[in-house]
């Protein structure tokens, strides 16, 4: 190996990521591993999630550190970690001072400078790398993970870069919804995937159908057909609540009460989950229009968890330029966090060979 790299630490309630990335944004490395939740449980107390992270820290740095190939940390110009959830004042959880914990240690270390971003951050910049958008000055990145669904306005500025948080669910999330329905019908903790994979099951060609208008369904140009619908892929009857979209923003608490309702009242599961996949895309679809005419942007980006679902890619129909990244990346990591570090690096470098 020869050139500069830059290591990212993240450490969220799903998994311990760490990654190295070269200065073209090449991945070097990318380890993850999921939390271990017990089965029936819907995800674990901070302070369960701290003591995971401090016992596979070690042993994810020591594997990084054994690259083959003769990787010694001497490559390494600088150390980046997520500290907080989001780029807003205030924000915080426990969970991320493991990862910064040893960011700190290890940058101080090497003798290299530490960056400190969000973990929201880290997954925009993930999906956003080797896109269109990656210098684009002005765009929206929907967050979709397992405590997050929001729509974000990125503003590239003079001064920096500028998140404002405009749509997204008032509630729950979508990944919160999918995990607590998944545990209901007796999954592991987190359940996005099964979930998806299940969905996909025969679902066919795309459920939307552009410009149909049928009443209090129509929503934005795009009607999704109603899970009670029989139809050749979907026989069994189900029947969930529309999630509804005002100006970019949904609910989702009442669709997961109905679907625990459904499950003790037993629903079939295939049925059920295809109904709820149908809900989730529809509501994106529409909440990216409402939001793409309300802010006159047409670049959408797809970041999160809930944005590596097949079922979504394959059936999301929104009438704009969308972006989604690999699966991989789109999940917890910390690829974007490293890739962030990359940029502040480079952004010194050039201000610094600007002022000699």
Partial sequence: MSGRCFLGIDTSNYKTSVALVDEDGEILANHQR?????????????????????????EMMEQLFRKPGGFDGREIAAVSVSERPRPVEGSYMPVFMAGLAVARSTAAALGVPLYRVSHQEGHIEAVRHGTPLERSKRFISFHFSGGTTEAILVEEREAGTSYQIVGGSRDISYGQLLDRVGVALGMRFPCGAELDEIAMRGSGGSVFEAGEHTGDRDRGGIRSKDASEKSPENPETVRIPVIRSKDGWINLSGIETCCQRLIREGAETEALTRALFREITVSIGTMTQQIAEKYGVADFLYAGGVSSSQYVRTHLDTGTRRYFGAPELSADNAVGVALSGGKYYAAEACQRNTTE
């Fill in 34 to 58: 999921f939390l271990t939740v017990k089965e029936g449980e819907r995800g674990l107390r901070q302070s369960d999630a701290v003591f995971q992270h401090v016992n596979r820290l070690p």
